[in-house]
């Protein structure tokens, strides 16, 4: 978190002393629905939705069979998908994960985040992300993957490895900060052809031994 206490009624903003009181971070709420009863999908309990932070950055580092991987995620930008994220990373749903598609040709994703790495799963719950931020899905760009209607973001995630132009439906929580070049290395190595050749599972796998937060 950029946001430390420091001593007495001091805190520090990336390094820097400033005087005076912690500032608060605003909150919203987020309704997080169980659909642990739905096939494809893993138990994992949800979050709480109240006071939810609104504010501030969070560092994920993810070590992955191909070298390390920084996220840094904006809860201004999607309050309830960070909360969701930061939650799912500390229930080790991650953990073993490989990513389970992309695509190379119109948009340019690598889409991960799927417990089942079937396409078609889930953490066991679903929620909306009302305020989040969408579009400009550029280059380094972490965005929420759903079904393009409200209320169905889960587990899964897309990182953007070449600028895309596809409907504002995805919630923005972050960019890659160190490590696109891996992505690039996924990217490049292209997608195994079973009923498409550009769209489909990875050639080169990216699997997630660890994902914690810094």
């Known amino acids: 978190m950029f946001l430390l206490l420091g001593s007495g009624c001091a805190y520090t903003i990336q390094g820097t002393p400033v005087a005076g009181p912690l500032p608060e971070v605003p909150t919203v709420e987020c309704t997080y629905v169980d659909t642990s009863e739905e096939a494809n999908n893993k138990a994992v309990e949800p979050p709480s939705g109240k006071d939810v932070p609104s504010g501030g950055e969070v560092v994920m580092r993810l070590d992955t069979a191909l070298g390390d991987l920084e996220f840094t995620l904006d809860a201004a930008s999607a309050p309830c998908s960070v909360h969701s994220f930061r939650h799912l990373v500390e229930k080790r749903l991650y953990d073993g994960n490989a990513c389970h598609r992309l695509v190379t040709e119109g948009i340019w994703i690598v889409q991960c985040g799927d417990p089942t790495t079937s396409g078609l799963g889930g953490p066991g719950y679903r929620y909306d992300d009302p305020e989040a931020r969408t579009g400009g899905y550029e280059r380094g760009v ?16 897309f990182i953007v490895y070449k600028d895309s132009e596809f409907p504002p439906d995805y919630p923005i929580i972050g960019k ?16 195994t052809p079973v009923t498409s050749k550009t769209d489909g599972k990875p050639v080169k796998q990216l699997k997630f031994k660890k994902v914690q937060e810094r």
Do not use: C, E, H
């Open 142 to 157: 972490i965005g929420m993957a759903n079904r393009a209607t409200a209320g169905t973001n889960g587990s899964q995630f």
């Open 176 to 191: 890659v900060t160190k490590g696109l070049d891996i992505i690039d290395q996924v990217a490049t190595a292209g997608v």
